[in-house]
C-alpha cells in the first residue's frame, strides 16, 4: 500500500478545477448535484452504483468524493471504508437518514463530514469547499504536540522518525490543537475551526474523528496522551516533550 | 422480644402463603376438636371408673359390716365376760374384715364406739389397724353414721399422701357393749392411675391425629398449590417477555384444565406480540424506506428550484415569482416531511434519547436569540426569566431546542405583539421552562386539543409563521420520551402559557413542577415595569 496522498494534488496546482465524485445511484439527482456543481466551477464525476464505485474512484482519483449511504450493489459505509483504506481524500456522505446509528457507522468508516437530504445547494457548496479550502499555514513551519513532530508545510506528522499517515481532516484537527497548545477546545470550537460549521452542529462529527485520530496517533488510545480530554469542556493538546 | 420480632413475620407468612394458612386452619380447628372430644371422654372415663369403684366399695363394707355382725352376735358376750376375750373379739374382726376385701393391703380398719351411748357392762377398746388416718374419719360422719343404722355411709376424702379415697362408715351393735362404727377407708390410687393413664393415651393419641391431619392438609395443599405455584411463576416469566414459556399439562382433572387453558393464552398472547412486533418492525422498515424514497427525488426538487430561485432576476416576472413560490413551498413540504417522518418514527417507537449535559437556562437563551429577530419584526418583547436551572441537566439538546421552537414560534404567532416571557426554574426533582404570552389566547376547550395532530385553533386564522400542525403533538411525544410533562393553560384574551417540566435526574419522577400553572401573575408586573 503506498503512502497516502496527503492535501489535494490536483487543486494545489491552481490551473484545474478540483474533480468531485458523486456516487450515487438516482439519476435526476446526481445529474442535478452535478449542474449544481458545474454552477460552483467544479468538475463532477459520477458513478450510479455501490460495486463500481471504488474502481471509478481509483480511475478518476478525484478531489472529493460524495457518496450517497444506500447504494445498489455494495452499501456506503463499505465503499468509504475501501476508499479510506487506499486514500485519505475527503468523503462527504449523503444521507438520507438522521439517524444516529446510521450517521455514527459511516463517520466511523472514515467519511469526514455528512450532508442530510434534502440539502440545499448553498450548504452542499459550502461543505465541499470547506473540505477543499488549502490548510491554513502557520506562522511556524514545525510543531511539537506530545511526542510528535508535525510538519505543516510538507502535511507530514512523525514520531521520531516513524511517519503517521493522517487523512487531511485528521491533520487539520491536529494542527488545530497544536497550533494553541494552550487552548482548550470546545466541540463547537472545532466544528467551526475545522468542519466550518457556524452554527451548532452534530458534536459527534468530532467524538468520532477524534477517536479515528487518537487509533492512529495515540501510543495507548484508552490513556491518550496527544489529544486530551477535559472533562465537560473538550480537548486540548497533550503537553509536549 | 423473641415474639416482637417472630409476630409480624409469622402475619406475612400468613398473609402471604395459602398453604401456611391452610394448614394451620386446618390444625386449630382438628385440634380443638379433639381437645373437646378427648376432654368429655376423659370426664366420662373418669366418672365411670369412680362411681363403679364406689359401687364395689359399698358392697364391701356391706359385707365387711355383715362379717363383723355375724362374728359378734356368734360370741355373745355377757356382762362377765372377760375384757381381754372381748378384746381378742374385736381383733378377729379387725382381720375378719380384711380378709374379706378385695384389696386387702390397701384397706385400713378402724372399729370406735360410738360416742354419746350410756355406759354398757363390757365395752370394747378401739381398734383400728396400722397407719389409720384418723382424721379422714371427721365428727360430722361419726355422727351421721351414728345417727343412720343398719346402713353404710360413703364419703369421698383425701388421704394423708394427697391420694383420692374413700370412707366407708356402718354401725355395729354388740351384745351388752354397745354399739360400734366400723371404718374403712379405701385407697383409690389405683382407680386415679388409671385415669391418669387413659388421660395420657388420650392427649398423645389427639396429639398423633392432629400432626396426622395437619400433615395430610400440608400435602394436599402442596398437591393443589403447586401447579397454581407453578402457574404464577409461568405467567410471571410470560410477562417478563420470555414468550415461550408453558407450563407441562398432565392428566385430565382441573389442575391440567388450567395448564392448557393457561397454556392457550400464552399461545394466542405470543401469537399477537410476534405479530404486533412484525406490524411495528415493518411500519419502521416503512419509515425508514419512505425516509429514503421521498427524500431523494425532494432534494433534486430543493436543489433545482433553489437554482431556479438563485436566477430569478434574470426571469420575466411571473416566471420569477413561480421560482419563489417553488422555493417556499418546496422548503414548506420539506418540513411538513420531517414531521411526518418524526412522528411515524414515534408511533413506531423507534426513538431514542441521545441525553447530554445541558445547561437549559443557557439554551433557552440561544433559542430565544435565535427567535428574537421574528419577535422583534412583531413588536414582540422576548425576555427570559431564569431564577433556577443553572446546571446541567441530563436532555437530549435537539429535542428539547425542537420544543422550545415550536413553543416561542407560537407565542410569537399568537402574542399579539404583546411581551412574552420565558421562565426557567428548577427544585428538587425538576426543571421547568415556561413559555407565557399575554395574545389572544384559546378557550379551555380549544386548549384540550392543541396537542392533537393537525390541528389548528382556528381555521380562519392566518398563519405567518407556518407551521405544519404537527409540531406541539412531537413536542408532547418528546417531552414524554423524556419522562417529563408539557402542559397547557390557556385563557381568551388573557393569553397563553405553555410548561415543560423534565426530571432532574433521569429516571427519577418528578414530584411538582417549579413553576405554577396556571403562571403567578406577578410576572406580569414584572414584565410591564421592565418594559
Known amino acids: 500500500m503506498h503512502a497516502l496522498p496527503l492535501g489535494v494534488s490536483n487543486s494545489k496546482t491552481g490551473t484545474m478545477t478540483a474533480r468531485i465524485l458523486v456516487v450515487d445511484d438516482d439519476t435526476a439527482l446526481a445529474e442535478m448535484i452535478g449542474i449544481v456543481l458545474r454552477t460552483e466551477g467544479f468538475e463532477p464525476i459520477f458513478c450510479a452504483d455501490g460495486s463500481g464505485a471504488f474502481a471509478a474512484f481509483m480511475d478518476s482519483k478525484p478531489d472529493l468524493v460524495l457518496l450517497d449511504l444506500m447504494l445498489p450493489g455494495k452499501d456506503g ?36 463530514d455528512y450532508v442530510v437530504k434534502p440539502f440545499n445547494p448553498k450548504e452542499l457548496v459550502a461543505r465541499i469547499r470547506t473540505r477543499l479550502r488549502p490548510t491554513p499555514s502557520g506562522v511556524t513551519d514545525t510543531l511539537q504536540i506530545g511526542d510528535l513532530d508535525v510538519d505543516v508545510p510538507g502535511h507530514e506528522v512523525r514520531r521520531g522518525s516513524a511517519k503517521i499517515n493522517l487523512t487531511p481532516l485528521e491533520f487539520e484537527l491536529l494542527l488545530a490543537l497544536a497550533l494553541k497548545p494552550q487552548q482548550v477546545f470546545t466541540r463547537e470550537m472545532l466544528l467551526e475551526q475545522v468542519w466550518g460549521y457556524h452554527y451548532k452542529a452534530d458534536t459527534r462529527l468530532v467524538n468520532v474523528h477524534v477517536q479515528r485520530l487518537r487509533a492512529k496517533v495515540e501510543e495507548d488510545p484508552d490513556n491518550p496522551r496527544i489529544v486530551m480530554t477535559v472533562r465537560g469542556v473538550g480537548y486540548r493538546a497533550g503537553s509536549s516533550g | 422480644m423473641i415474639w416482637r420480632n417472630y409476630l409480624p413475620r409469622l402475619r406475612r407468612f400468613w398473609r402471604v402463603s395459602l398453604q401456611f394458612r391452610t394448614v394451620a386452619i386446618t390444625v386449630i380447628l382438628s385440634s380443638l376438636a379433639v381437645g373437646v372430644i378427648g376432654a368429655y371422654m376423659s370426664v366420662s372415663i373418669g366418672s365411670n371408673l369412680f362411681s363403679s369403684r364406689r359401687d364395689q366399695i359399698n358392697a364391701e363394707a356391706a359385707r365387711a359390716n355383715l362379717i363383723a355382725q355375724q362374728l359378734f352376735d356368734a360370741a355373745p358376750t355377757t356382762d362377765d365376760t372377760n375384757p381381754v376375750e372381748l378384746q381378742t373379739l374385736g ?232 421560482a419563489e413560490l417553488l422555493h417556499t413551498q418546496v422548503q414548506r413540504f420539506e418540513v411538513l416531511l420531517a414531521d411526518l417522518l418524526e412522528v411515524s418514527r414515534y408511533d413506531a417507537g423507534a426513538v431514542e434519547l441521545e441525553v447530554e449535559p445541558t445547561n437549559l437556562v ?43 421552537r415550536n413553543l416561542l414560534g407560537n407565542a410569537v404567532e399568537h402574542g399579539e405583539g404583546r411581551p412574552i416571557v420565558v421562565t426557567v426554574d428548577s427544585n428538587a426533582t425538576a426543571i421547568a421552562i415556561a413559555v407565557r404570552d399575554y395574545g389572544i389566547g384559546m378557550t379551555a376547550a380549544d386548549a384540550l386539543k392543541v396537542f392533537d395532530r393537525f390541528w389548528r385553533a382556528d381555521p380562519s386564522r392566518q398563519r405567518t409563521i407556518g407551521g405544519t400542525g404537527l409540531g406541539l403533538a412531537i413536542s408532547l411525544e418528546d417531552a414524554v420520551l423524556h419522562e417529563g410533562w408539557l402542559e397547557v393553560w390557556s385563557e381568551s384574551g388573557r393569553g397563553t402559557c405553555f410548561r415543560l417540566t423534565l426530571p432532574r435526574v433521569r429516571g427519577v419522577p418528578i414530584a411538582t413542577s417549579p413553576i405554577d400553572l396556571p403562571p403567578a401573575e406577578p410576572v406580569v408586573e414584572l414584565e410591564d415595569a421592565d418594559a
Open chain 2, 362 to 404: 443557557r439554551l433557552v437563551e440561544d433559542a430565544v436569540d435565535s427567535m428574537s429577530a421574528l419577535a422583534d419584526e412583531r413588536g414582540n418583547n422576548l425576555r427570559v426569566v431564569a431564577p433556577g436551572g443553572y446546571f446541567e441537566a441530563e436532555v437530549d439538546a435537539r429535542r428539547i431546542r425542537r420544543i422550545l
Open chain 2, 91 to 322: 381383733v378377729n374382726v379387725q382381720n375378719a374384715v380384711s380378709s374379706s376385701t378385695t384389696s386387702p393391703g390397701g384397706t385400713d380398719i378402724a372399729l370406735l364406739r360410738t360416742q354419746g351411748q350410756p355406759l354398757t357392762p363390757q365395752s370394747l377398746q378401739p381398734t383400728s389397724s396400722r397407719n389409720f388416718p384418723d382424721e379422714v374419719v371427721t365428727p360430722e360422719m361419726r355422727e351421721q353414721v351414728a345417727g343412720s343404722p343398719g346402713r353404710v355411709l360413703l364419703q369421698s376424702v383425701e388421704l394423708p399422701n394427697a391420694a383420692p379415697g374413700i370412707v366407708a362408715g356402718s354401725q355395729l351393735t354388740v351384745s351388752n357393749a354397745g354399739s360400734y362404727e366400723l371404718y374403712l377407708v379405701y385407697d383409690l390410687s389405683d382407680a386415679q392411675r388409671t385415669l391418669g393413664f387413659v388421660q395420657q393415651t388420650l392427649f398423645l393419641g389427639g396429639l398423633a391425629l392432629v400432626a396426622l391431619i395437619g400433615g395430610v392438609t400440608y400435602i394436599v395443599v402442596r398437591l393443589v398449590v403447586g401447579p397454581v405455584r407453578l402457574a404464577a411463576a409461568t405467567s410471571e416469566k410470560l410477562a417478563a417477555g420470555e414468550l415461550e414459556v408453558r407450563i407441562p399439562e398432565k392428566g385430565e382433572d382441573v389442575i391440567a384444565t388450567l395448564a392448557r387453558s393457561f397454556n392457550g393464552m400464552a399461545d394466542s398472547l405470543q401469537q399477537q406480540i410476534t405479530k404486533l412486533a412484525e406490524l411495528s418492525r415493518l411500519q419502521q422498515r416503512f419509515v425508514s424506506d419512505v425516509s429514503h424514497e421521498l427524500r431523494t427525488p425532494l432534494t433534486t426538487i430543493r436543489l433545482a428550484g433553489d437554482v431556479l430561485y438563485d436566477q430569478r432576476e434574470n426571469f420575466p416576472p411571473a416566471t420569477a415569482r413561480t
Open chain 1, 77 to 112: 459505509i463499505q465503499v468509504c471504508a475501501e476508499i479510506r483504506a487506499e486514500s485519505g481524500v475527503p468523503v462527504i456522505m449523503l444521507t438520507a437518514k438522521s439517524d444516529t446509528s446510521d450517521v455514527v457507522r459511516g463517520l466511523e468508516s472514515g467519511a469526514d
